[in-house]
């Protein structure tokens, strides 16, 4: 008897999965509209700050070839570059909101001769700006002003830190 409830319950949620997949799974057709909603926004955010986009991988290979470039961490210090950071990238807080007008409260008291210091006088010089992750548009503030500031080899990476992790490549921490 007891056995036969077993069976039964059992039955009752392969039933309940296969009738409705979104019971315990997003559903695909949800999914791609969060998808395509999210990739609208970044290139949308692309084309307005003029500048182009690298993946995970061709970041990877970039470093591993030793390619001459400053990669830009814009997350907050403590709580995301001291913890975990693509491999030689320098940390410069910028805002999530788009960042019109420079604001050194914004970005904890740094002025935008702070900013130009960090990249460098050669303006053909190769950067990457990235954050947490595609939703996240610090990096887009970062790329925009080194735009702005008359960089004109200017990358974002998009998928940031939480792709460079599920990589599963290698972080770099401050002690």
Known sequence: MKN???????LLVVFLLAANPAFCWDNKFETEVKTEKQAVKLTREVLRGGYDVVTTEELKKWI???KDMLIVDT????ASYKKAHVPGAQQFLFPIP???EWDEKETAGQSQQDFEQLLGAD??????VYCGFVKCTRSHNGAVWAKKLGYNNVYRYPGGIFAWKGADFEVGAVK
């Open 4 to 10: 036969r409830y077993i069976v039964s319950f059992a």
């Open 64 to 66: 591993d070839d030793g």
């Open 75 to 78: 997350m907050p210090y403590e």
């Open 98 to 100: 788009d960042m019109k």
């Open 123 to 128: 303006k053909d010089k190769l950067i990457v």
